[in-house]
């Protein structure tokens, strides 16, 4: 029974930080790669960042780069995303999945999700 549970979200200033948990169980860490997605209002879901099953690779979106750190504690079971220097058009719904590497096109998705945590940024 995989789940992965999305916290950390909230308001935030622009300029300011952020940390997201992605607390998973039904599998083992270790042997998947991570990833962090976004959907705003009207617009399509879309790729942040994503880490190998180890952390040791980190992937991030041209829009993220620089701002957003990605890590993972997978002895208990953890993901984050350290958002800093955030501006109103971070303001989404954040999402973490498990997906895989590809060697030419870094993090790929693969099934589960979960339920989401809001980021607002404002002024």
């Known amino acids: 029974q995989v789940q992965l549970r999305e916290s950390g979200g909230g308001l935030v200033q622009s300029g300011g930080s952020l940390r997201l948990s992605c607390a998973t169980s039904g599998f083992n860490l270790d042997y998947f790669a991570m990833g962090w997605f976004r959907q705003a209002p009207g617009k399509e879901r879309e790729f942040v960042a994503g880490?190998?099953?180890?952390?040791?690779?980190?992937y991030y979106a041209d829009s993220v780069k620089g701002r957003f750190y990605m890590s993972r504690d997978n002895a208990n079971n953890l993901v984050y995303l350290d958002l800093k220097k955030v501006g109103p058009e971070d303001t989404a719904v954040y999402y973490c999945n498990r997906g895989y590497i590809d060697d030419d096109r870094g993090y790929r998705q693969l099934d589960y999700w979960g339920q989401g945590t809001q980021v607002t940024v404002s002024s």
């Open positions: 880490s190998n099953s180890n952390g040791r690779k980190t």
